[in-house]
């Protein structure tokens, strides 16, 4: 049922406009929580409607999360398949994690709820749409990067809770921050800054130390007659 109420989603231009009026009130009004009647006003399109192309309120927050990962996945996808060493990819994925949630801040907030206050049909959508191929780059990357000696070998579940909770904190704990430590808002200077404080933190934990990844290298290139023992005779 889910997956025909996406699927007719994608080809109306009327559910299309009330995707767009959603993603945008969540991100003015910084919350995830908006009635039927906002989004109505906001799209100028009748609030029964939502039940005809999403079945209900629950069934539209699905179809915003299936627009904006499906865009996050294919960035991915292209990202992988990129002629670059993993160390290069690890950075551009650390900035392209952090400059999702700055464009869809309401990211985090939306999976969590339907992955936990929705049901079960719902949350294993959000696990295939997202959570699943997510981690699925992330765990061959590493697993590229160790074999290519750049890494050292590391949890990618671990790895993943890690880089995604991190990412999404800025992003979720504005209000936190700005009543308890008297920051600001997140502004492009912030979004950049803590791009780099994020590539450093990661690269600086899972990289391998410059001379051990030297000596990985060599250890490949070295003939196999190289390494067998030549010893004297008496």
Excluded: W
Excluded at 12 to 19: F, I
Excluded at 70 to 98: N, Y
Excluded at 102 to 122: Q, T, V
């Amino acid at each position: 049922m889910l997956a025909s109420l996406k699927r007719g989603a994608g080809q109306s231009a009327t559910a299309v406009k009330l995707l767009k009026a959603a993603g945008e009130l969540m991100i003015e009004r910084d919350t995830i929580d908006i009635s039927l009647s906002e989004l109505a006003k906001r799209s100028g399109i009748n609030a029964a409607l939502v039940k005809y192309h999403f079945g209900n309120k629950n069934g539209l927050l699905l179809a915003l999360l299936t627009r904006d990962a499906r865009s996050q996945i294919a960035k991915l996808d292209h990202l992988m398949r990129q002629p670059i060493s993993p160390t290069e990819k690890l950075k551009l994925h650390v900035a392209g994690v952090i400059n999702a949630y700055d464009r869809y801040p309401y990211l985090n907030r939306l999976i969590h709820l339907l992955l936990y206050e929705s049901s079960r049909e719902a949350a294993d959508e959000v696990g295939n749409l997202f959570v699943k191929p997510v981690f699925a780059f992330q765990r061959k990357l590493l697993r590229d990067g160790v074999a290519s000696g750049e890494f050292r070998d590391v949890d990618p579940v671990l790895f993943f809770t890690s880089l995604m909770g991190a990412c999404a904190r800025l992003f979720d704990g504005c209000e936190v921050m700005s009543r308890a430590l008297g920051i600001g808002g997140v502004t492009d200077d912030v979004r950049r800054r803590y791009v780099q404080h994020m590539t450093e933190l990661i690269c600086g934990g899972i990289l391998q130390p410059a001379r051990s990844r030297k000596g990985s290298r060599t250890a490949k290139r070295r003939p196999a007659s190289a390494t067998r023992s030549t010893g004297r005779k008496a």
